[in-house]
């Protein structure tokens, strides 16, 4: 019998269970009435009276031995499977979402990256602006329309502090402390006081540049905007010039990149024109530079302004403005990954 103990006790040495039922078979296995030990208990009955104590000890240990392997596998386990320990770790793990850069993100970081390799400065400035630093010092007449409550918002109770209209109001604040030379991009949200739709909102976000030193032409203003084609579009972009008019630039013009989509040829995004809307520009007018106690006699500039949202929506493709501000996650997931 003693040979039977020694050997059921290095079998129940060795033993594993990987779940708490496994861990209860083996309870049943050994310690049940019926299990292995009990059968040892049954057997004692018949050992002669010269051996029962030794036996007896030896059962009971064995007995005892088992209870607590028993045990200590129990409680590791359950203590596994309520704490979740007890997946399965050579599965594949579960991939982790990360989250997406937003497409006015990726096309703003793009655009102001080409603009810093020319040496402009990017500056930010207040949502929340006084008339002057967005239509007085920018040349807009009293009457100007732009200043009319159906197009701009206006804080109720004093009519002086309003939404800005355009990013043109930073570069003001730019020209009032900086000395030319001055070469800076803006960047940021403007307001407009629209009926929303697919193709207008009541606040979407502008890139601005304003270049001021001596001698800056036309010529710089138009090489500079070719070099920001060919870099945002690729290589083959062309632009052409139409003649416009803003208050706050004189000559102005409106710029057309050559359709990226059809190569020029006519297609339903360019209307068959061939040519593509991107953005607005012109010499700043002398009646800016005086504004902001700048000499219109010694220094000449340009300025440009453009709307991420339009220039967003050419390169991906978007066809509703809203779908940039209603943040579905189906829309949001399909762009670039922000790490
Ligand atoms: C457009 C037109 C433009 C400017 C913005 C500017 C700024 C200063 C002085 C003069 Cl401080 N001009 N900005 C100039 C011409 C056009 O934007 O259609 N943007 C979407």
Redesign the pocket.
Known sequence: MLERIKELKKEIEEIVANSVEEAEGLRIKYLSKKGEISKLFEEFRNVSADQKKEIGQAVNTLKEFAQEKINLLREGLQEQETKGYGIDLTLPGESMKLGTRHPISIVKNEILEIFKRLGFVVSEGPEIEDDWHVFGA?NFADDHPARDMQDTFFIQRDPDILLRT?T?SV??HD?ETKKPPIRTVTFGRVFRNEAISYRAHCMFH?I?G?YIDENVSFADLKQTLIYFAKEFFGENAEIRMRPSY?P??EP?A?VDVSCSICGGKGCNVCKNTGWLEI????M??PH?FEASGIDSKKYTGF?????IERIAMLKFGINDLRLYFENDVRFLQQFESAH
Do not use: I
Request: hydrophobic share 45%.
């Open positions: 920018l355009h043109s570069q003001v020209m502008q601005e304003l803003f706050f630039t102005s409106e953005l607005g520009c012109g700043v007018d800016v300025a440009f302004g453009l709307g």
